[in-house]
Structures are given as structure tokens and as C-alpha cells.
């Protein structure tokens, strides 16, 4: 018995050293490659530091708390919602944008942004994906799909109207949106310009610093980047005293 338990300890112990053997020298192989050969490597990671603050105040989680899950198997991945009325519009992971009856939790389709109409996580850029929606005092919807952009949807027959930047460099990764509050101005974050939405790990481990934010004029159909150099930028809001247009980034 002490001969098999001598035995089983002795080939654990060599187990262990060829591992830790084997990482040494694959370790030191790496290190000593020359950097060229990974010119053509997509990620270029980048140290940060996140300063995450010890508590926040005013915070009330009882909300969370009291929360009830809807619509469980019925819509899935729904993205930002806007409510008009007695409904609730979001888009949805296959493309849709939908109609919520907050009262009986039907279900209605209001517009696809896509050419495929069956969808898996490879054909988001050809089923369209809409990741923000806002009402605007036009009474539209104003909805992002992220490989297309910016469009104006009537909500009663589904007529969508793709809005024209009319700005070469507005392009890449479209994610969310505001309204001005006294202007007739939208605002609209870009993500990134490098990576799609089944690649967001990848941006975020890339720490990746394409991602703007531009206004775009409703009257003079013009078009002004705001602020570049934003690693993964996505929500956007008006602060409350509407001086500020905040950014998560």
C-alpha cells in the first residue's frame, strides 16, 4: 500500500515538473521570436486600469429586486427599448424590430433591416441588427441597426427610410443614439470601425480606441464627428439637466 501511494506521488510530482517545464520553454520560445512574424496579429492589447468607486450613492436596488422576467423563449436579445403609448419597441436578435403590448404581451413585427430573414450569430451583418431606438418629436422611431446606420420608422405600417449622413467618414460599428433636447440634432455612437458584433470580445480585449461619437442636423442634413478616440463607445443619454450628452464608454 505505502509502495502505490510512494508511487502515485512520484508520478504526479513528474506530471507537474513537465508542465511547469514545458511552459518554461515555450514561454522563452515566444520571447525570443522576432516581433515581425506577428505584423498581420489583429489584437493590440493595451494596459488599463479601471477606478471602480467603493459604493455608489442614491443607488436603490430595491427596483431590481422587484423585477419580473417577460417574455421568457418569446423574444430573444432584446437591445434598448423605447415606449410610446401603451407599447414597447426593441429590436431583437434575429433582426426584428418588434411592437410589446404592455397589456396583453403580444407580439408584433414592425420592420427587418436585413436580406436574410433565417438568422444565426454569422449572418448578423445580412439580417440586420437594431441596437438602439429612440422616439423623436416627429412621432418616428428613430432606430440603429449596426451595419447600416440610422433610420426613421413609422410604427403603424412599417415604412423605413434610411437617413443619408452625407458624410464619407461616418462609417463602422452604429450602436446607439440621442436626441437633442432643444436642437433638432441626433446624436450617434460608432463602436468601433474595426470589429463586428460577433467579434465584440475581441474589441474588448483589444482595447480598441476607434470608436467616435458625431451629431447629425435633422434640418441642414449635415453631419459633425464630436469626439474620436473612444474604446468601445455604446449608450448615449442626455443628462437630466440637459447640459450634457453622456457616453458610456
Known amino acids: 500500500m505505502a509502495f502505490q501511494i510512494k508511487n502515485?506521488?512520484?508520478r504526479l510530482y513528474k506530471t507537474a515538473f513537465d508542465i511547469i517545464l514545458y511552459?518554461?520553454?515555450?514561454?522563452?520560445?515566444?520571447?525570443?521570436?522576432?516581433?515581425?512574424l506577428f505584423v498581420?496579429?489583429?489584437?493590440?492589447?493595451?494596459?488599463?486600469?479601471l477606478n471602480i468607486p467603493d459604493k455608489v450613492d442614491n443607488w436603490n436596488n430595491l427596483l431590481v429586486e422587484k423585477s419580473e422576467f417577460l417574455l421568457n423563449g418569446v423574444?430573444?436579445?432584446?437591445?434598448s427599448l423605447a415606449n410610446k403609448d401603451n407599447f414597447i419597441?426593441?429590436?431583437?436578435?434575429d433582426g426584428r424590430l418588434v411592437e410589446i403590448n404592455k397589456k396583453t404581451l403580444k407580439t408584433r413585427d414592425i420592420a427587418r433591416f436585413g436580406t436574410k430573414l433565417l438568422c444565426g450569430k454569422e449572418d448578423m451583418a445580412d439580417c440586420g441588427r437594431v441596437l438602439?431606438?429612440?422616439?423623436?418629436?416627429d412621432n418616428y422611431l428613430y432606430a440603429v441597426d449596426y451595419v447600416?446606420?440610422?433610420?426613421?420608422?413609422?410604427?403603424?405600417t412599417g415604412a423605413k427610410e434610411l437617413i443619408d449622413f452625407k458624410n464619407p467618414e461616418i462609417n463602422g460599428f452604429y450602436d446607439d443614439l440621442a436626441f437633442d433636447p432643444k436642437l433638432n440634432i441626433v446624436y450617434v455612437s460608432i463602436m468601433t470601425t474595426k470589429w463586428q458584433l460577433n467579434q465584440v470580445i475581441y474589441?474588448?480585449?483589444?482595447?480598441?480606441?476607434?470608436?467616435?461619437?458625431?451629431?447629425y442636423n435633422l434640418d441642414t442634413k449635415r453631419s459633425t464627428i464630436l469626439r474620436t478616440g473612444l474604446k468601445f463607445v455604446n449608450g448615449l443619454q442626455i443628462s437630466a439637466d440637459n447640459k450634457y450628452l453622456l457616453a458610456a464608454e
Open 8 to 10: 502515485l506521488f512520484s
Open 23 to 36: 511552459t518554461l520553454i515555450l514561454s522563452t520560445i515566444l520571447a525570443l521570436l522576432p516581433s515581425n
Open 40 to 49: 498581420n496579429f489583429p489584437l493590440e492589447p493595451k494596459s488599463h486600469v
Open 75 to 79: 423574444i430573444v436579445g432584446p437591445e
Open 89 to 93: 419597441y426593441t429590436g431583437l436578435a
Open 132 to 137: 438602439g431606438v429612440r422616439f423623436h418629436r
Open 148 to 156: 447600416n446606420g440610422l433610420f426613421r420608422v413609422n410604427v403603424t
Open 203 to 215: 474589441g474588448l480585449l483589444d482595447s480598441d480606441e476607434t470608436g467616435y461619437v458625431f451629431a
